[in-house]
């Protein structure tokens, strides 16, 4: 069975400084992994995506990933945090063709001004 | 693209009442969608998957006859939850994918059911 574990429950970080949020799988095959993010009260928008070729992968507002297959880790960063970033971070994991997919317990960001 | 639009955003309704919920897919058609439920700072579990044309797939521990879906056309898909109890309030979200892009799930903003 797939899961995602994302071991951070709260992060607290300053404005400018850099961010990773942690990511770990378990999947039978290749993986679809995906990061999304929550504001309060809304739905999830998607920060990126990874299904195969370079590792590295790059998203909206910043934000990128990098998928390491011997960690079955897919960790994402971002290189200088924005107040606005203070939001709810979920990744997932899914076979693709638009399947279903499974979510991590989520990892919240607060930015300190 | 691939703007998946759900109503209502919130939503208050008296114990023993029923309650539905839409989810239309605005600039592309979805054979499938899928109905997410969101329990206060925890994280999305699936519920079941609606399938256009035919019955929903119901995740395991999902009443059926609770939580009907109908998928009626391949831009809207509905979900009702019947004779609400305030254990089903909850945070309700639908996502579905574009055969544009059949990898990546896009999400509604979901709705804040409150039963009293």
């Known amino acids: 069975a797939q899961s995602v574990t994302q071991p951070d429950i709260h992060i607290t970080v300053s404005e400018g400084a850099s961010l990773e949020l942690r990511c770990n799988y378990s999947y039978g095959a290749t993986p679809y992994l995906f990061w999304y993010v929550q504001s309060p009260g809304q739905g999830l928008q998607l920060l990126l995506k990874y299904f195969s070729g370079d590792t590295l992968v790059q998203g909206i507002k910043g934000f990128e990933a990098e998928f390491k297959r011997s960690q079955s880790s897919f960790n994402l960063r971002k290189p200088s945090v924005h107040w606005s970033d203070a939001a709810e971070y979920f990744c997932a994991v899914g076979p693709g063709g638009g399947n279903k997919l499974t979510f991590g317990t989520g990892t919240q960001l607060k930015v300190e001004l | 693209g691939a703007v998946v639009s759900q109503h209502p955003s919130r939503v208050i309704c008296k114990s023993g009442t029923s309650v539905k919920i839409e989810c239309r897919s605005l600039d592309f058609q979805a054979t499938t969608m899928f109905w997410y439920r969101q329990f206060p700072k925890q994280s999305l579990m699936l519920m079941a998957t609606?399938?256009?044309?035919?019955?929903?797939?119901?995740e395991q521990g999902v009443e059926k006859d609770k939580f009907l879906i109908n998928h009626a056309s391949l831009t809207l898909s509905t979900l009702t939850v019947t004779s609400a109890h305030p254990e089903d309030s909850s945070f309700y979200i639908c996502s579905a994918s574009p055969s544009r892009d059949r990898e990546t799930l896009h999400f509604g903003n979901g709705t804040r059911l409150t039963v009293t």
């Open positions: 609606s399938n256009e044309g035919s019955k929903a797939t119901y």
